[in-house]
């Protein structure tokens, strides 16, 4: 199968929150990649209408190309816990509210694997990956780490979820690893070794 390269020129990153941009920024560095942000744009953020991870990242992506004219890139990642059933998954930012507060989303996760009386606190992170160029035609790939949930959080590095979950084989959350241990192991290292891989190599 042919995946489109990319040429050059400016990429959009479709997100407005900055833990991300940041992470995805380093993981272009290598490539001399000039990234843009969907907020130093003032585009709007789209409703994440998508049933899955895919789907959102794909209607992201689509509408940042749209609006810019230049190629965007867009992530939908969330945390998956077993013993929740799969929850939060696409609605893992929904959880932490209008404020986006994390801390509360964390507590209302430990809250409801008590709740349900969960016997495992196996966990894993997805990330869904969408290239997207103004004429439709789109590149996705995902990614995914797993892990176990600890608690209380743990560290103050990374963003979201990142200070409960422990990858498989560490004991260290992932708030509490250094950005470059956590760049080579991630959900979304993952998912852009692929897309590196696919539609940067040509």
Same mark, same amino acid.
Not at 109 to 117: F, G, I, M, T
């Given at each position: 199968?042919?995946?489109?390269?990319?040429?050059?020129?400016?990429?959009?990153?479709?997100?407005?929150?900055?833990?991300?941009?940041?992470?995805?920024?380093?993981?272009?560095?290598?490539?001399?990649?000039?990234?843009?942000?969907?907020?130093?744009?003032?585009?709007? /953020?789209? $409703?994440?209408?998508?049933?899955?991870? &895919?789907?959102? +990242?794909?209607?992201?992506?689509? #509408?940042? @190309?749209? !609006?810019?004219?230049?190629?965007?890139?867009?992530?939908?990642?969330?945390?998956?816990?077993?013993?929740?059933?799969?929850?939060?998954?696409?609605?893992?930012?929904?959880?932490?509210?209008?404020?986006?507060?994390?801390?509360?989303?964390?507590?209302?996760? /430990?809250? $409801?694997?008590?709740?349900?009386?969960? &016997?495992?606190? +196996?966990?894993?992170?997805?990330? #869904?990956? @969408?290239? !997207?160029?103004?004429?439709?035609?789109?590149?996705?790939?995902?990614?995914?780490?797993?892990?176990?949930?600890?608690?209380?959080?743990?560290?103050?590095?990374?963003?979201?979820?990142?200070?409960?979950?422990?990858?498989?084989?560490?004991?260290?959350?992932?708030?509490?690893?250094?950005?470059?241990?956590?760049?080579?192991?991630?959900?979304?290292?993952?998912?852009?070794?692929?897309?590196?891989?696919?539609?940067?190599?040509?």
């Amino acid at each position: 199968m042919t995946h489109r390269q990319f040429k050059g020129g400016k990429l959009v990153v479709a997100s407005h929150n900055e833990g991300k941009v940041r992470e995805i920024r380093d993981l272009l560095a290598p490539y001399g990649v000039e990234t843009v942000s969907a907020r130093e744009l003032n585009l709007d /953020e789209p $409703e994440e209408t998508g049933a899955t991870f &895919k789907a959102n +990242a794909e209607l992201k992506a689509l #509408a940042a @190309t749209k !609006a810019s004219g230049s190629p965007a890139l867009a992530d939908d990642s969330g945390l998956c816990v077993a013993g929740l059933g799969g929850e939060p998954g696409i609605y893992s930012a929904r959880w932490a509210g209008p404020a986006k507060d994390f801390g509360k989303a964390m507590e209302k996760v /430990e809250a $409801e694997l008590a709740a349900r009386d969960a &016997k495992t606190r +196996a966990a894993h992170f997805t990330c #869904a990956l @969408t290239l !997207a160029w103004p004429d439709g035609h789109v590149e996705t790939f995902e990614g995914f780490v797993h892990g176990s949930l600890a608690w209380p959080p743990r560290g103050d590095n990374g963003f979201g979820y990142d200070p409960v979950f422990v990858p498989e084989g560490l004991d260290i959350t992932f708030g509490e690893m250094e950005p470059e241990k956590k760049h080579a192991m991630s959900h979304r290292a993952d998912a852009f070794r692929q897309l590196i891989s696919a539609c940067f190599k040509g």
